[in-house]
T-cell receptor
């Protein structure tokens, strides 16, 4: 059975304090790994898709990396507007399975 | 503007009264899917569709039906809703980049 585990569950950061979120997965036949940002009561907002180990993608203060067993989302010098829940999901055989998410709070 | 739309956004209904939640996308995507999101359980896939006329079950399909007669539309049907289907529902479309709709908050009493 495909498993996706995110850690930590919650992360409180001071503005400017860089950190990393982890997404570990146990799947067969990974087609892609997605990262999303979700604000309360809203639909997930697409951030990145990673396909193979060693791949990296960046967008503003966010950088996603992928290994054969896990993915990291690095947040560099975060701002209060980066506060949200970050979700990862694995795409296997056209099915998408999500982790429980990491809720990030950035204090000014 | 590229978008996924869902209707209604909010719905309160009673047990057993059939309902349909519509989903439409304007990005010409082949792949569409439905999810429910519940506290403590996260996002779980209900059904997905690889293209018109081809649909398959996700992780929690019981109590739901879907149809895909046109590429742009993918409605979710609850034939006989029950209180355990109270949830926040999301439709999504895309392939390598998947885009979510704004959500439908459903309450079944």
């Amino acid at each position: 059975e495909d498993q996706v585990t995110q850690s930590p569950e919650a992360l409180r950061l001071q503005e400017g304090e860089s950190s990393s979120l982890n997404c570990s997965y146990t799947v067969s036949g990974l087609r892609g790994l997605f990262w999303y940002r979700q604000d309360p009561g809203k639909g997930p907002e697409f951030l990145f898709t990673l396909y193979s180990a060693g791949e990296e993608k960046e967008k503003e203060r966010l950088k996603a990396t992928l290994t054969k067993k896990e993915s990291f989302l690095h947040i560099t010098a975060p701002k209060p507007e980066d506060s949200a829940t970050y979700l990862c999901a694995v795409w296997v055989d056209y099915k998408l399975s999500f982790g429980a998410g990491t809720t990030v709070t950035v204090r000014a | 503007e590229a978008q996924v739309t869902q209707n209604p956004r909010y719905l309160i209904t009673v047990t057993g009264k059939k309902l349909t939640v519509t989903c439409s996308q304007n990005m010409n995507h082949e792949y569409m899917s439905w999810y429910r999101q519940d506290p403590g359980l996260g996002l779980r896939q209900i059904y997905y569709s690889m293209n018109v006329e081809v649909t398959d079950k996700g992780d929690v399909p019981e109590g739901y039906k879907v149809s895909r007669k046109e590429k742009r539309n993918f409605p979710l049907i609850l034939e006989s809703p029950s209180p355990n289907q109270t949830s926040l529902y999301f439709c999504a479309s895309g392939g390598d980049e998947q885009y979510f709709g704004p959500g439908t908050r459903l309450t079944v009493t």
